[in-house]
T-cell receptor
Framework: GDSVTQMEGPVTLSEEAFLTINCTYT??????LFWYVQYPGEGLQLLLK?????DKGSNKGFEATYRKETTSFHLEKGSVQVSDSAVYFC?????????????????FGKGTKLSVIP | DARVTQTPRDKVTEMGQEVTMRCQPI?????VFWYRQTMMQGLELLAY????????DSGMPKDRFSAEMPDATLATLKIQPSEPRDSAVYFC?????????????FGPGTRLLVL
């Protein structure tokens, strides 16, 4: 079945440091890929997405490129801020015919907690 | 800015009591998902509706959980009777299915504590 593997956390960075959170996936077909962010005490917010190979999703200074050849969707940001401290989830959504599921259900990674210190 | 809303935001109850959680999906979305988040299991899909019809509830304990969509603006998740192991954050998400796929938008969650 489909699966998502993302780097174990927690990750602690100083403000203005470069961020990379690795994410790789396994899927039968050609899934859509997502990064969601969860701030403390809140729900998941869609951060960015890509729906086909070589697409780059970007939002709020974060970027991720859909790499089919390496089955990866790594999240990057050039200069993190304290306000970026949160848990980041990589996820994929495959067509039901490919996944065998009854829906475009999201398959999530376990999440990576990021702490940015001043 | 359209958002998924959930009520209540927090719920503390005693074992054996009934719990009802409510979700208002984004207007125009045709899919609704219920997820449960715990430290141990992470995010688990409980149920899924498309056009108000339940299509997948294989992740839900059938003996005590039930999910319904009485109308397009309301989805409910009920636990009866509740147990301490049901303590978790329950998220509702809504989405719109298009030929290109689907993007889900999450509500703020209901934090449930069963004593």
């Amino acid at each position: 079945g489909d699966s998502v593997t993302q780097m174990e956390g927690p990750v602690t960075l100083s403000e203005e440091a470069f961020l990379t959170i690795n994410c790789t996936y396994t899927a039968t077909g050609y899934p859509s890929l997502f990064w969601y962010v969860q701030y403390p005490g809140e729900g998941l917010q869609l951060l960015l997405k890509a729906t086909k190979a070589d697409d780059k999703g970007s939002n709020k200074g974060f970027e991720a490129t859909y790499r089919k050849e390496t089955t990866s969707f790594h999240l990057e940001k050039g200069s993190v801020q304290v306000s970026d401290s949160a848990v980041y989830f990589c996820a994929l959504s495959d067509h039901p015919l490919n996944s065998g599921a009854g829906s475009y259900q999201l398959t999530f990674g376990k999440g990576t907690k990021l702490s940015v210190i001043p | 800015d359209a958002r998924v809303t959930q009520t209540p935001r927090d719920k503390v109850t005693e074992m054996g009591q009934e719990v009802t959680m409510r979700c208002q999906p984004i207007l125009g979305h045709n899919t609704v998902f219920w997820y449960r988040q715990t430290m141990m299991q992470g995010l688990e899909l409980l149920a899924y509706f498309r056009n108000r019809a339940p299509l997948d509830d294989s992740g839900m304990p059938k003996d005590r959980f039930s999910a319904e969509m009485p109308d397009a603006t309301l989805a409910t998740l009920k636990i009866q009777p509740s147990e301490p192991r049901d303590s978790a954050v329950y998220f509702c998400a809504s989405g719109l299915t298009t030929p290109g796929g689907e993007t889900q938008y999450f509500g703020p969650g209901t934090r449930l504590l069963v004593l």
